[in-house]
Nanobody
Framework: QVQLVESGGGLVQPGGSLRLSCAAS????????KGWFRQAPGKQRELVAH???????NYADSVKGRFTISRDNAKNTVYLQMNSVKPDDTAVYYC?????????WGQGTQVTVSS
């Protein structure tokens, strides 16, 4: 059974930084994408960033130049480095991994940007 566990969320001041981690356990044989979604109160879930098997990345326009997605395949972990955060970045962040025809999700971690 595959499980994704996120960590690193919390309260951060505007302009600050935060690093989210998502570690997977269980067997996934063919992983073709990893990434992060977020959902703010009253808003739809949106894709923040993802990284494909070939290492190519994609970002939401709202986070380009501020957030960086990376991975450690040996640890089956995906990271999201969040810099220069803004109050609009406040949301629950969910990691996902697409593998073997399934999308696996983490439980979500709250990020609050406030002074």
């Amino acid at each position: 059974q595959v499980q994704l566990v996120e960590s690193g969320g919390g309260l951060v001041q505007p302009g600050g930084s935060l690093r989210l981690s998502c570690a997977a356990s269980g067997n996934m044989f063919s992983i073709y994408a990893k990434g992060w979604f977020r959902q703010a109160p009253g808003k739809q879930r949106e894709l923040v960033a993802h990284i494909r098997n070939d290492g190519s990345t994609n970002y939401a326009d709202s986070v380009k130049g501020r957030f960086t997605i990376s991975r450690d395949n040996a640890k089956n972990t995906v990271y999201l480095q969040m810099n220069s955060v803004k109050p609009d970045d406040t949301a629950v962040y969910y990691c996902f991994m697409s593998a073997d025809g399934y999308n696996y999700w983490g439980q979500g971690t709250q990020v609050t940007v406030s002074s």
